[in-house]
């Protein structure tokens, strides 16, 4: 059985452009959230997914923006990047309802 | 809202020797606290998970304790090896889905 899995594992973008990170959950997973983890900090809460709709979010700005699909899988989009947006970003998913989430490996963004 | 402290931010010690790592969090009312392991430019691999219910799990040499009164919990490692060489976070939750990380201890065991 597969876990999390993310891709790209890594990423380099400039200041200004906008980026795509992707998600895959456990099986048997219908929630994602999303985590970005800047250097030497703990994970941030950026926001979570649950039935392809935005369920909850964290104190990040509206650039930040995601998507659920149909099978669960989910995006995470930043528009206008800026080089503090630079950070691991932390896929995590969840069944429904439980607060147990398991972890992806992350996706490494640096801005430039 | 919540907030998690964890104490020491690093911490060095000889191979062999038995160690504390400690977290706090403000809000009693947790749902559950977790202890995850972070090697560099890694994800996060879960250590041991507590639930409220519950004062304590243990795994191998690892030993959890959930103080849910003091606002407490701590990981206990035992005969510590330079393996263990990592960032050790501890995270809440609290009923509302997200987990609450706090900055992580980095733990450097000496060969």
């Known amino acids: 059985d597969a876990g999390v899995t993310q891709s790209p594992t890594h990423l380099i973008k400039t200041r200004g452009q906008q980026v795509t990170l992707r998600c895959s959950p456990k099986?048997?997973?219908?929630?994602v959230s999303w985590y970005q983890q800047a250097l030497g900090q703990g994970p941030q809460f950026i926001f979570q997914?649950?039935?392809?709709?935005?369920?909850q979010r964290g104190n990040f700005p509206d650039r930040f923006s995601g998507h659920q699909f149909p099978n669960y899988s989910s995006e995470l989009n930043v528009n206008a990047l800026l080089l503090g947006d630079s950070a691991l970003y932390l896929c995590?998913?969840?069944?429904?309802?439980?607060?147990?989430?398991?972890f992806g490996p992350g996706t490494r963004l640096l801005v430039l | 809202k919540q907030e998690v402290t964890q104490i020491p931010a690093a911490l060095s010690v000889p191979e062999g020797e038995n160690l504390v790592l400690n977290c706090s969090f403000t809000?009693?009312?947790?749902?559950?606290l977790q202890w995850f392991r972070q090697d560099p430019g890694k994800g996060l691999t879960s250590l041991l998970l507590?639930?409220?219910?519950?004062r304590e799990q243990t795994s191998g040499r690892l030993n959890a304790s959930l103080d849910k009164s003091s606002g407490r919990s701590t990981l206990y490692i035992a005969a510590s090896q330079p393996g263990d060489s990592a960032t050790y976070l501890c995270?809440?939750?609290?009923?509302?889905?997200?987990?609450?990380f706090g900055t992580g201890t980095r733990l450097k065991v000496l060969a």
């Open positions: 099986s048997g997973h219908d929630t």
């Open positions: 997914y649950y039935e392809e709709e935005e369920r």
């Open positions: 995590a998913s969840s069944p429904g309802g439980v607060e147990t989430q398991y």
């Open positions: 507590i639930q409220s219910s519950q």
């Open positions: 995270a809440s939750t609290s009923g509302t889905y997200k987990y609450i």
């Open positions: 809000d009693s009312a947790i749902y559950n």
